[in-house]
C-alpha cells in the first residue's frame, strides 16, 4: 500500500464518519459482487469471485484418504490460501506468508466449526465413506489474484461459490473385504453427487475506521483502519466463527453491536451470493 | 470421575474409539461433573510469579492446574538487520512447546499459529512509541499442556512484559470458554476442549475495559455469545487483580 | 486535600491503574494519558511520585511519576550523549558499539555510525577518518538520528565531544595535548584524535 498524504486520509476518514465513502458507497454496503464458477476444469469444483479490485480464486479437490484416529467417522477438510505476487509484489517469495497462514487460519475458524465439528459448514460425517478406513479428504485451495481489500470475505464467498459448484464422484463399496483389511473402492466416473452447501457460512468483515465500522473495505479504508473484527454466519443467524484483527482495542460493547450488526447484513449478503452463484452455474450448463 | 476410571481399559493400549464416545456423553449430559470436579463457572486454581529467568530483561511463570508456562521477554534491543527502518518498536513473538508438554511426545502442533496469536493480542497494549526502532523478544514455553494453554501463554506474557519494565497501556489478561453441548465451562482443560462443540477467547486489556483479541469457534447464538463474553470478561477481571497483586508482590518482597 | 495526596504519593502501582484526570494531574515518566475516556494511567509497575510545579508557574498542576521498579534497558534517542567503542574505521565513516546512553549502560548492543561529515564542526570536508579515530577508542557522542535500519547515526561535531579513551601502540592509555592529538606516557609517542575536551 503507498502511502496515503494526510489529505486523503481525512477525507477516507470524513467520509466514513459522513456515510458517503470514496466510492460513493454507504458504511454497510458492498460492492458488486461477481461470480463464476468451475473455472478450474482439474479441480472437483472451482469459483472466481470479484467485489471490485479485489479478485479471488477458490478450487476445491477431493481425493480418497484414511480418516484420523480420533475421529474415524468424519472426513478431513484442508484449507489454505496462497497470496500470489501477481496481486502486489510485496507477496513475492516469504513476504505472502503471514498473511496467507493468517487468511488460512481465519477462514478454519470460520468454516470449520468446533473440535467436535458442531456448527461446521461442510458436514465432516457426510465425507466419511468406510468408518475408520476411507474417506474424502477436501483440499479447498484459495488464490488471491489481485487485491483491494477484504480479501477474507471475498474468499469465503469464493469458497461458498466454490463448493456449491463440486461435484463429489460416487463410491462403491466391495461387499467382500474382510474387517482389518483396507477396503476396495471403486470411484464412479459417471455419476457424481453435488456438495450439501446450505450450511456453508458467509463472512463478514466490519473494519473500524474511527468512530465507525464498515463492510467491504478496499485497501485504501483498511490503511487506516483501527481494528477489525470478522464473523461468519450462516443461514440460520447463528455465529459461525469470529476473528479480531489489529491491535488496537475494542469495547466490548462494541463487539456485541458489530455482532447485531454483521447477522443484520449476512442477511443480504446470503441471498446475493446465492442468486449470483445460481446465475453462475446456469450460465456454466449453457 | 469414578466411573471414567472403571471404563479405563486395564491394557497398557489406549484406544481412543471406545473412550470418546463415553466421554463425549459425559460432557454434553446434564448431570456432567468436569473431570477436574470444578463448577462451570470456575476457573482453575493459578499460581502466577515473575522473575524466573535470571538472564532475561523480564520473565514470568503461571500455572494454570495442569497448564504451564514460561516466559522470558529480552530487550528492547536493535532489530534484525533484514528489517526495514521502523519509528517505533516492534514486538516479535514465539511461542514452542517442550517435546514433553503433550501426552504423545512432540505432538504440539499450530505453534506458529500460536506466536501470531500472541503478538495480536499483545500488541494493542504494548507504548511502541517508547521503544523506537528497536525490537521486543516474548519467547513463551509451554511446559506442560493441560488445556487453554493459550490464554495462559497471553497472560503470562504480559506480566513478564510489565516484570522488563516495557511501557504497557494495561495489562492483558486472556480467558477462554468451551461451550460442550448446552453447559458453558470457563477455563476448559485438554479434555474438554478436545470434545467442545464451540470455544470462545477473549484478550482483555481489564482496567481500561477494551478487548484486544478474540476469537470464536463452532457454532453460538447471540444470547449465548453474550453470556460467555460477560463470564470471560469477569474472569479476565478477575485474574487481572491477580496479576497486579503478583506484581507487586515482587516489588515489596525483598529479592533474594 | 493535600493530605490525601501526599498518601497516595509512595503508592504501588502496576500497569494500567488509574493514577488520576489529565484536568488535575500531567503524566510523567511512566504514566500516559489516554485521549478515549480522558484519565491518566500508569504504564509501568512502581511507585506513583507527584512532583509539584514552583509557584510561579503558569501551568499549576502536580506531575505524576511512576518510578522505583525496573525499567526496561536503555534505548538510545536523539538527542542523547552516548559513550561508544569504535569498532571500525573506514575511509568514510567509523562504526561504534554503544555502551552507555547518558549515564546509565545499555543491557544489549547497539551499532552506531560516525560519518565523516559529523566528525568535527569547522572543515568537514578534509576530515581524515584515520587520524580521528582507532578501533578500541572509546568516545563520547551525540545521537544525531534514529539512522537507518542498521546503525544509529552519532556526531562528534562539539568540543566536548570526541575520544575520551584511547590505547597508544605501546598498549598505555594516553593523555590528551590538544583537541587534535594525545601523547603515550611510556613512548612519548603523538598520535592523532578527535580528542574530547573534558571538564569544559
Not at chain 1, 54 to 73: F, Q, R
Not at chain 1, 191 to 204: A, N
Request: aromatic share 4%.
Amino acid at each position: 500500500m503507498v502511502g496515503l498524504s494526510l489529505g486523503e486520509k481525512n477525507f477516507i476518514k470524513g467520509g466514513i464518519a459522513q456515510d458517503i465513502r470514496t466510492d460513493g458507497r454507504k458504511r454497510l454496503t458492498y460492492r458488486p459482487i461477481f461470480v463464476e464458477t468451475g473455472v478450474i476444469p482439474q479441480a472437483s469444483g472451482s469459483a472466481r469471485v470479484k467485489m471490485g479490485a479485489t479478485d479471488v480464486i477458490a478450487s476445491v479437490k477431493a481425493e480418497l484418504g484414511k480418516p484420523n484416529a480420533s475421529h474415524p467417522d468424519k472426513g478431513k477438510v484442508s484449507i489454505y490460501v496462497d497470496c500470489s505476487p501477481t496481486a502486489e509484489p510485496t507477496f513475492e517469495g516469504r513476504g505472502g506468508e503471514e498473511l496467507s497462514m493468517e487468511l488460512s487460519t481465519a477462514l478454519q475458524r470460520c468454516l470449520l466449526g468446533g473440535k467436535s465439528g458442531a456448527g461446521a459448514g461442510i458436514n465432516l460425517s457426510s465425507l466419511s465413506i468406510v468408518e475408520g478406513k476411507v474417506c474424502w479428504d477436501i483440499y479447498i485451495d484459495g488464490l488471491v489474484v489481485s487485491s483491494d481489500g477484504n480479501l477474507l470475505d471475498a474468499l469465503g464467498a469464493a469458497i461458498k461459490a466454490a463448493l456449491s459448484n463440486t461435484a463429489v464422484p460416487k463410491v462403491q463399496v466391495a461387499a467382500n473385504a474382510s474387517l482389518d483389511e483396507q477396503p476396495e473402492v471403486d470411484v464412479s466416473d459417471e455419476e457424481f453427487l453435488q456438495f450439501d452447501t446450505t450450511g456453508v457460512p458467509v463472512i463478514i468483515t466490519l473494519t473500524k475506521v474511527g468512530k465507525h465500522y464498515i463492510v467491504d473495505a478496499t485497501a485504501e479504508e483498511e490503511s487506516q483502519m483501527s481494528s477489525a473484527v470478522s464473523i461468519s454466519v450462516n443461514r440460520q443467524g447463528r455465529i459461525c466463527g469470529l476473528t479480531k484483527r489489529g491491535g488496537a482495542g475494542l469495547d466490548p460493547s462494541i463487539i456485541l453491536d458489530m455482532i447485531s450488526v454483521a447477522k443484520h447484513v449476512s442477511e443480504q449478503l446470503i441471498n446475493k451470493l446465492d442468486s449470483e452463484i445460481a446465475a453462475a452455474e446456469a450460465c456454466e450448463e449453457e | 470421575m469414578a466411573g471414567k476410571i472403571s471404563n479405563t481399559p486395564a491394557t497398557y493400549m489406549p484406544s481412543p474409539t471406545s473412550q470418546n464416545k463415553k466421554m463425549s456423553s459425559i460432557f454434553t449430559g446434564s448431570d456432567w461433573v468436569r473431570p477436574d470436579g470444578r463448577g462451570p463457572h470456575q476457573c482453575r486454581p493459578s499460581f502466577l510469579r515473575t522473575g524466573a529467568v535470571n538472564y532475561a530483561s523480564g520473565s514470568a511463570y503461571a500455572e494454570f492446574g495442569n497448564t504451564k508456562v514460561i516466559v522470558s521477554v529480552f530487550g528492547p534491543r536493535e532489530s534484525k538487520k533484514a528489517m526495514m527502518y521502523s519509528d517505533m518498536g516492534r514486538l516479535n513473538c514465539n511461542v514452542s512447546y517442550t517435546s514433553f508438554a503433550t501426552p504423545i511426545r512432540g505432538q504440539a502442533s499450530e505453534s506458529k499459529d500460536l506466536s501470531s496469536m500472541l503478538h495480536k493480542a499483545l500488541e494493542g497494549a504494548i507504548i511502541l512509541e517508547s521503544f523506537p526502532k528497536t525490537t521486543v523478544d516474548v519467547f513463551a514455553l509451554v511446559l506442560e499442556s493441560g488445556g487453554s494453554e493459550l490464554p495462559v501463554i497471553i497472560s503470562c506474557a504480559s506480566l513478564a512484559l510489565a516484570d522488563a519494565g516495557i511501557m504497557l497501556y494495561d495489562m492483558v489478561a486472556s480467558v477462554s470458554m468451551s461451550c460442550l453441548g448446552k453447559n458453558l465451562v470457563i477455563d476448559p482443560v485438554s479434555e474438554e476442549e478436545s470434545y467442545q462443540d464451540g470455544g470462545l477467547m477473549i484478550t482483555c486489556m481489564p482496567s481500561r475495559n477494551e478487548v484486544t483479541q478474540m476469537t470464536v469457534t463452532g457454532e453460538w447464538s447471540t444470547p449465548k455469545i453474550h453470556e460467555a463474553m460477560q463470564l470471560c470478561l469477569d474472569a479476565c477481571s478477575k485474574l487481572g487483580k491477580i496479576m497486579r497483586s503478583c506484581l507487586k508482590e515482587a516489588v515489596t518482597l525483598p529479592q533474594e | 486535600m493535600k493530605e490525601n495526596e501526599e498518601e497516595k504519593s509512595g503508592q504501588l502501582v502496576t500497569p494500567g491503574e488509574v493514577l488520576g484526570k489529565p484536568a488535575e494531574l500531567k503524566a510523567g515518566k511512566g504514566a500516559y494519558v489516554s485521549p478515549h475516556n480522558n484519565t491518566v494511567y500508569a504504564s509501568l509497575t512502581g511507585f506513583r511520585t507527584l512532583t509539584y510545579p514552583p509557584p510561579d508557574s503558569p501551568d499549576p498542576r502536580p506531575t505524576v511519576d511512576v518510578t522505583g521498579h525496573k525499567a526496561h534497558g536503555a534505548v538510545p534517542e536523539i538527542g542523547a550523549i552516548v559513550i561508544a567503542r569504535v569498532t571500525k574505521v573506514m575511509a568514510r565513516m567509523a562504526s561504534a558499539d554503544i555502551m552507555c546512553v547518558g549515564p546509565k549502560s545499555v543491557r544489549e548492543k547497539f551499532t552506531g555510525i560516525i560519518r565523516q561529515q559529523d566528525v568535527r564542526a569547522t572543515e568537514i570536508d578534509k576530515v581524515d577518518m584515520h587520524s580521528s579515530f582507532h578501533p578500541g577508542d572509546i568516545v563520547r557522542a551525540l545521537v544525531l538520528s534514529l539512522g537507518d535500519a542498521r546503525a544509529y547515526h552519532l556526531s562528534t561535531a562539539k568540543d566536548e565531544l570526541g575520544v575520551v579513551s584511547a590505547e597508544s601502540a605501546a598498549g598505555a592509555t594516553m593523555v590528551p595535548i590538544s583537541w587534535t592529538e594525545m601523547q603515550c606516557p611510556l613512548t612519548g609517542q603523538i598520535e592523532q584524535r578527535k580528542v574530547a575536551k573534558i571538564g569544559a
